[in-house]
């Protein structure tokens, strides 16, 4: 079955921007979705599709993707975005299961 | 707007069976929806269980198949999951949530935009 990666942390200074990638088979044929995840609450969703946000998701987030890489962009970071982020998808290889990368946590400086 | 509550047992003992009930308000469980349980065991990150459309069709993740049932109850507004011969790797913050598979013009896309609260989920003797 395919698998997401991304990188186990990436860190930000208040105001910049950071990219958090995600890589795997899948995103040749699925779009990623992104999650928010802050401790003790559950998952909330802020980026699906070609780039589109959920009501309420402010827009300094913003998604892309070429190739096997989907990226979260957030041009601005505030300290409310620290935070662990998920990428999300369908397997392609066939299988209609659904896969997670293990989590990027983003620390804002 | 659609909401999500996870309830069950808190405790399990191993070797049992963990059985969870998600509880859809706010709209049709009978939508064209898919309805996910995801886990996510201390400090670790998210992990998707399996899921299932109002029809009774499921798939489940392949490296839990084996000990996994999930059913939906349209009557109630519900589905639930099941797992067996559970362990302490089972211990964790489990998760319903709301999935959407549609085709776009060049890729598909998947996401869960409704998720409940979560309940935890202890396996302990």
């Known amino acids: 079955s395919s698998e997401l990666t991304q990188d186990p942390a990436v860190s930000v200074a208040l105001g910049q921007t950071v990219r958090i990638t995600c890589q795997g088979d899948s995103l040749r044929s699925y779009y990623a979705s992104w999650y928010q995840q802050k401790p003790g609450q559950a998952p909330v969703l802020v980026i699906y599709?070609?780039?589109n946000r959920p009501s309420g998701i402010p827009d300094r987030f913003s998604g892309s993707s070429s190739g096997n890489t989907a990226s979260l962009t957030i041009t601005g970071a505030q300290a409310e975005d620290e935070a662990d982020y998920y990428c999300?998808?369908?397997?392609?290889?066939?299988?209609?299961?659904?896969?997670f990368g293990g989590g990027t946590k983003l620390t804002v400086l | 707007q659609v909401q999500l509550q996870e309830s069950g047992p808190g405790l399990v003992k191993p070797s049992g069976t963990l059985s969870l009930t998600c509880a859809v308000s706010g709209g049709s469980i009978s939508s064209s929806n898919w309805w996910s349980w995801v886990r996510q065991p201390p400090g670790k990150g998210l992990e998707w269980i399996g899921e299932i459309y109002h029809s009774g069709s499921t798939n489940y993740n392949p490296s839990l198949k084996s000990r996994v049932t999930i059913s939906v109850d349209k009557s109630k507004n519900q589905f639930s999951l099941k797992l067996s011969s559970v362990t302490a790797a089972d211990t964790a913050v489990y998760y319903c949530?709301?999935?959407?598979?549609?085709?776009?013009?060049?890729?598909?896309?998947?996401?869960?935009?409704?998720w409940g609260k979560g309940t935890t989920v202890t396996v302990s003797s």
């Open positions: 599709g070609k780039n």
């Open positions: 999300n998808s369908r397997d392609s290889s066939g299988n209609p299961h659904v896969v």
């Open positions: 949530a709301r999935g959407h598979t549609a085709a776009g013009t060049h890729y598909y896309y998947y996401y869960m935009d409704v």
